[in-house]
């Protein structure tokens, strides 16, 4: 054994590992236990500066609280502690590559997190005076600028909450125009490829959901479209580029058939990362298509939200967008805030999801449509080169190119007693996030990989490694690698079963 | 580009490996003659010129801690402590997604789970679910869920409830078969739109909605409304837009709620422009299975160690498609977790604490405002939030007194147009007030009016 100058051993020697090790703790290391803050805390603690009020009458009619709460507090000490310890639990983009499919796990820059707490973004209201905020009617404005220029398309609404919301802003447009010529229409027309949201949104507004049949190259059957479109369909609901991870290449015949039955063409944006600056939906026939900010534009999904679902419209929908909205006056911008008798209505309070508009913008700012050209190309092949790297491996669905996403499925685990399950958890331990499983459905045991742009060689090359390696050990019969992971977790598989029979949804103290 | 990582000599590796010559080949599904069009817009910008350029927007906006602050109306000032921002915005928080992988998201589920114990604890109520966009949205998601419970198709909205929440429920139940009925706002008379409510609910009624603190301000007991409510078998949701009176005023819980809806904001959460926000979102355990949204739950791993799970996610968009219980697809994470990492900072006793300071610093408000004529004092009750009538339009006072640095409240013509309140003015004063902030309106009222 090596020793420093102190007489300190500087290498570890024997038994690294001890693997029954029990701590008198409960910690391991930098693996930190930590209980609920209602194990931890007292109702006597806080953490604040608790404001000294001198006695004086009450006005609230004698309906002061005298039950207990309940809520402990903690020092700030310990609550910085406590959610730094929950923090270091969690895996996120910043730690490493996060090939969730569909989910568009980018880079979040720090200059818009930086640029959405710039007090007059941050610290404003959103009734107080228009006068007073003329740079967040500028702000709205110009997103929403770069949203339709991105999209050929005329109008947009910025304020739905999320993707799902944005659907529903959408499909409810939709509905609007249809009952504003008289032409009740009852079918919306999804491929079964759709995420889940696209037929819980149809059923919402009123529409029976059939679905779409697809080819054996992962798109729609167009012949079979045209079957299904007739004066009862109000739209087709597609994702493009499609949830398979490939682009619609029909797209323009599809849209006239929707648009010569009289439907309306719904387009989900989920994807619009591959092909944003490279195509615009404007020029496909779309008639509206949300956006997930939250995907697209780099704004941080934060462990699942807030979202953000601006939606784009046609000539044909914009007099039915969703109040507020930001108009160009002679001296700047007015906020719309009534509905008149052909918008459909509000959908929120207020004007949507500020943080998140200063965030999106922030990241097309910087980007440029040169920058966005160029990062919708590198998702694109950072796509690919998964796909030609591992398709010799696993199975790959269906033949390339792919746009953003790759998808496999588990035929190259068959007879191997290994689970598309089994194999995301294993990646676990090989320290990547889990693609998305069992998704989409139109596929067996479905493995959808999209690592976005913000991958370098180097990661896309050691995680294509750690695949092709883990590929290897499924096919080798090692399955003990598989069904028990993740080994190397903070926690192992937990048991979903137990949690949904017997419901445990918040703490109780113990009897 | 910064945020780019690929260089020239890495794109074209990776294309000769997947075998093609030009990045374009990757795109020949796009219809060849709308390939990259001719965008319109800037190129792109160095972090510096980003910056510049956004802040310099930022600066046309006159941000609430710049000037004396009363405005409310469903949106809250409050001093969020620095720890909340600066915890939210670890990268594990902050760039993690949805806890669909357990193992590797107890840091995320942890704290859903604690935050819905919160909710339920500052509500009164069984369980809370994970949070929803908004307390508007979460507002319309409880009208349905009672019309799930009750089978029953009528909703009233009562007068006391923020115009925008009943515009949303309005609009969003338009394509189906639901009936709203929504009451007339009353800021002179809050016992007359309490009993409209009551009065309103027959054996038709699936739910009543009552905001409490109500819009103009005024706090009720709501036992009435529940009971008549409940003798109909009709559902009582309470919204409060006001998180903060909860840790001052009886629970909705203890007045018989059956659905809570709030607007999380005030605690842990910015102004925002009105987003993002956090609906907040409880009920009584016997309707759970009913519940929208995502929903945190207990359970053991392998090596029984305790844990949390995404559970009874058999009502959601992703499993049950168009039978789901909503499409919601989200909830609004990181809007929870400074709710949660503020309400762990305050506890009960900072809860009560604070909660007590808005409603001193109202009640000083409302006595200054007595000496000023042209202004009179509508709420017999208050949290932190009344209307006061003017002698003249109250759009017109609150630009006269923006122009002077002051932002005075919410006309409530803004919220109600053509509805005859062209003269109320909503004021809320929170514990950010200062009594220079209150000299300050006085003043300035005195001068305008």
Redesign the interface.
Known sequence: MSMNNQGRPTSAGAATENTDFESFSGHKGLRLAEPLIFELGSTETTGVDVPEVDEFEMAIGGLERTSEIGCPGLSEPDTVRHYTRLSRRNYGIDMGVFPLGSCTMKHNPRLNEKMARLPGFSDIHPLQPKSTVRGAMQLMDELSHWLCTLTGMPAVALSPKAGAHGELCGVMAIRSALEARGDAREVILCPESAHGTNPATAAFCGYKVKAIPAKDNGRVDLEALKEALDDTVAAVMLTNPNTCGLFENEIRDIADAIHAAGAFFYCDGANFNAIMGKARPGDLGVDAMHFNLHKTFSTPHGGGGPGSGPVVFSDALKAHVPVPFVVKTDDGFDLIEEADDKSMGRLVAYHGQMGMYVRALSYMLSHGSDGIRQAAEDAVLNANYVLASLGDVMTASFDGPCMHEALFDDRFLKDTGVTTLDFAKAMIDEGYHPMTMYFPLVVHGAMLIEPTESESKFNMDQFIASMRGLAGEAKAGNVDRFSGAPYHAPWKRLDETQAARNPVLRYSPEE | ???????AT??Q???D????RH?D???????ND????E???????S?ME??R??????????????VP?F?G???Y?HHV?A?V?H?I???????????Y????????L??I??F???V???T?M???N??M?????GCSEAVMMARRVTRKKKAILAGSL?A??A??V???T???DDVIERLAPNPADPEAELQAAIDAIDADTSCVVFQNPGVFGS???LRPLAEKAHEHKALLIVVVTEVMS??????PG?MGADIVVG?GQSIGN???????Y?GLFATNQKF?RQMPG??????????G?R???L??S?R?????????T??????????A?AFT?H????????????S??N??A??DL?DALKGVDGVEVL?????NEFSVKLSRDAASV??AL??KGI?AG?PAS??Y?GEGLDDVLILAAT?TVSADDISALVAGLKEVL
Not at chain 2, 53 to 66: D, P, Q, V
Not at chain 2, 101 to 108: D, K, L, R, S, V
Not at chain 2, 246 to 251: A, C, D, F, N, P
Not at chain 2, 294 to 303: F, N
């Open positions: 580009m910064r945020y780019l990582p690929l260089t890495d794109r590796a990776m294309l490996k997947i075998g093609v990045v080949e990757l795109f020949k599904d796009i219809p709308v390939l990259n069009p965008i319109d817009l800037p190129r792109h910008r972090e980003v910056e350029y956004l802040s310099r927007m930022a600066a046309k906006n006159t941000a609430a801690g710049s602050f405005v109306a469903g949106a000032k402590p720890t921002d915890m915005q670890r990268g594990e928080f902050l760039t993690a997604y949805t806890p992988q357990p193992e590797i998201a107890q840091g995320t942890q704290y789970f604690e819905q114990t919160q339920a604890q500052l009164g069984d369980v809370a994970a949070s966009y908004d307390g508007s949205t923020h925008h929440y515009s949303v309005a609009t969003t338009q394509f189906t706090v009720l007991d909860l840790g001052l005023t009886q629970s203890e607007e910015g102004l925002n422009f009105g987003g993002p956090l759970v995502r929903l945190c739950g207990e359970t053991v791993d392998a090596d160690k844990g949390f799970v559970t009874l058999t959601e968009q992703h499993i049950r498609r168009e039978k789901a909503s499409n919601i697809c989200t909830n609004s994470g990181l809007c977790l990492i309400m762990t900072l305050l506890g009960e006793k900072g809860l009560r604490g604070v007590l300071a409603h001193k109202a009640v409302r709420n017999r009750t208050f949290f609150v630009d923006a122009d932002l919410v803004r919220l147009p514990e």
